[in-house]
Each structure stands twice: as C-alpha cells, then as structure tokens.
C-alpha cells in the first residue's frame, strides 16, 4: 500500500508560481505511472499531467507549456511545477499512482493523496 502526501500548495496571484511535491511511501514512484489532477467546486476531477514509469509525459491541452511534472526517485517524490498561474487553476490538486507497476496501457489510478489547495487571485 502507498501512502501519497501533497504540499506546496498556498495563494497566489495571477501570473505567479507554485510548485506542488507529492512524496510517496510504501512504493516507488519510479516504477510506477504518476499524475496529477485537480478538482474545483462544482467540477469533475480533471487530469492535469503524468510521468510515465518509463519517463515520458502527458500534460492536459489546459496546462501545456505552463505546467511541468517530474520525479525525483532518490527522493521517491513527484513535483508539479506551476508557472503563468491563472483564476482557472484555482483547485485542489491530488497525486495519484497507478495500481499497476510498470504499466504500458492506459494508466489506472488507484491510489491517492489527500490534496492540496491552489489558489490564484486575479
């Protein structure tokens, strides 16, 4: 079983950064799918970016170019980086870890953290 916890979330204005950390115990997240989502009142939970086990990435039309997600597996932790932070971001953020290991088809979350809020002021 995994244990995933988030930090790094907080307030912010509009055009500002954040960087979000997931740090994980119980397995590693380097053998493992790793993603971000967030959800905000009223709204689905919504993907925002994965890591891949194998390294590659996937980032939402709504983030590209703005969000960066990576891994340090030393520190078995995954970060989300937030620049040109908009009003819409505004969410709490979750970590999610795929249940399978190594997982080449579509990633399967089954795994999560207790989120994070992000704020942004405009």
């Known amino acids: 079983q995994v244990q995933l916890v988030e930090s790094g979330g907080g307030l912010v204005q509009a055009g500002g950064s954040l960087r979000l950390s997931c740090a994980a115990s119980?397995?590693?997240?380097?053998?493992?799918?790793m993603g971000w989502f967030r959800q905000s009142p009223g709204k689905e939970r919504e993907l925002v970016a994965i890591?891949?086990?194998?390294?590659?990435?996937y980032y939402a039309d709504s983030v590209k170019g703005r969000f960066t997600i990576s891994r340090d597996n030393a520190k078995n932790t995954v970060y989300l980086q937030m620049n040109s932070l908009k009003p819409e971001d505004t969410a709490v953020y979750y970590c999610?870890?795929?249940?399978?290991?190594?997982?080449?088809?579509?990633?399967?979350?089954?795994?999560w953290g207790q989120g994070t809020q992000v704020t942004v002021s405009s």
């Open positions: 890591v891949r086990w194998s390294s590659s990435t």
């Open positions: 999610a870890q795929d249940k399978r290991p190594r997982n080449n088809a579509k990633s399967d979350f089954g795994s």
């Open positions: 119980g397995r590693t997240v380097s053998s493992y799918n």
